[in-house]
Nanobody, 124 residues
């Protein structure tokens, strides 16, 4: 079955860290760019970060730049999002998705296959 599975979410205090994983099954991730998106209750989906197929190009939304780091391990068929210095406004369901463009984008319209999401809650 072709699917993406996110994991690593949870409850963390402000200033804490989490590492999200996006694992592919049924296909190889190495021919796809991968994006991380999030959606908070009552808000529109937001592109957070993306990485191209080789891992040589990444992008971040301004609100997470310097705090989040995206990386990929094609041998493990997995993409990661390391989130540091978390803030309450980072609370959302986080999704990963695949993209075929040469350079990744933060527009959800450019993505094809989506995972089910993992909840991240930042609260004291």
């Amino acid at each position: 079955q072709v699917q993406l599975v996110e994991s690593g979410g949870g409850l963390v205090q402000p200033g804490g860290s989490l590492r999200l994983s996006c694992a592919a099954s049924g296909f190889s991730l190495d021919t796809y760019g991968i994006g991380w998106f999030r959606q908070a209750p009552g808000k529109e989906r937001e592109g957070v970060s993306c990485i191209n197929r080789s891992g040589g190009s990444t992008k971040y939304v301004d609100s997470v730049a310097g705090r989040f780091t995206i990386s990929r391990d094609n041998a493990k068929n997995t993409v990661y999002l390391q989130m540091n210095s978390l803030k309450p406004e980072d609370t959302a369901v986080y999704y990963c998705a695949t993209q075929r463009r040469l350079f990744c984008t933060l527009s959800g319209y450019d993505y094809d296959l989506w995972g089910q999401g993992t909840q991240v809650t930042v609260s004291s």
